[in-house]
């Protein structure tokens, strides 16, 4: 079994946990028993400004990644990030109908844009190299691969009807972003076995581009959270 995966996984799971769980700053206070409930209470005050956690089926599945190889790779990974793709897509536009704030409507629109264009990026590629329709590359996935994608899929559905239940205005922003942190994660962790090791060159560059720019967000949704709290 390919390691790599594994330890990239468990320091980005560790690095999402500390930045998801770090308590807003305060006042220094003594040590004890007074301190260490005035922390939980800050805690509890800012945890709806937290981003939501990263499902660890998405772990699972880049693991699952890590073991394949070639075609079987490619094909896995295409059947994997499309349906990804179209419901980050959905969220955005929900985005651009209910929320408010001007910097997180414009991340809503380059979403749109950019994963529209890799979804027909990849459904061009799959057609062209293997002859395949993202429905029938999901078929031939092996199967532990097959049932983490349903269940990932399942999750983010959940986590779209969570969204539109969410009234128009500021606490929709707030609500995106703490999905969209988990969602690009999750999309992170798909593109790192392509990027190091897709037989075609072009998917390799588009993974690697697929990365950069959900890190990019992923770092200014954090941010812009944590001006909330001011």
Wanted: hydrophobic share 40%.
């Amino acid at each position: 079994m390919n390691t790599s995966i594994v330890r990239r996984g468990a320091v980005a799971a560790l690095a999402a946990l500390a930045l998801a769980t770090a308590p807003a700053a305060t006042a220094w206070s003594a040590p004890g028993q007074v301190s260490a409930e005035a922390a939980t209470a800050e805690q509890r005050k800012t945890a709806h400004l937290q981003p939501l956690p990263t499902s660890p089926v998405a772990y699972r599945f880049g693991e699952t990644l890590a073991r394949l190889s070639g075609k079987k790779l490619e094909v896995t990974f295409f059947a994997a990030i499309i349906p990804h793709h179209r419901a980050a897509i959905e969220m955005a536009r929900l985005e651009r109908e209910r929320g408010t704030d001007a910097r997180i409507r414009t991340h809503a629109d380059n979403i749109i844009a950019n994963q529209r264009h890799q979804i027909g990026q990849f459904t061009r590629w799959l057609k062209k190299w293997y002859g395949l329709t993202p429905e029938q590359a999901r078929q031939q996935a092996p199967q532990e691969a097959r049932q983490e994608i349903a269940a990932m899929e399942k999750e983010v559905r959940r986590m779209v009807a969570e969204l539109r239940k969410v009234p128009a205005g500021e606490r929709f922003d707030i609500e995106f972003v703490r999905r969209m942190i988990p969602h690009h994660t999750s999309g992170i962790i798909e593109f790192l076995e392509p990027q190091s090791r897709a037989d075609h060159s072009q998917l390799k560059v588009a993974a690697a581009s697929g990365i950069n720019t959900q890190e990019m967000q992923i770092v200014d949704f954090r941010t812009w959270l944590s001006e909330q709290t001011r």
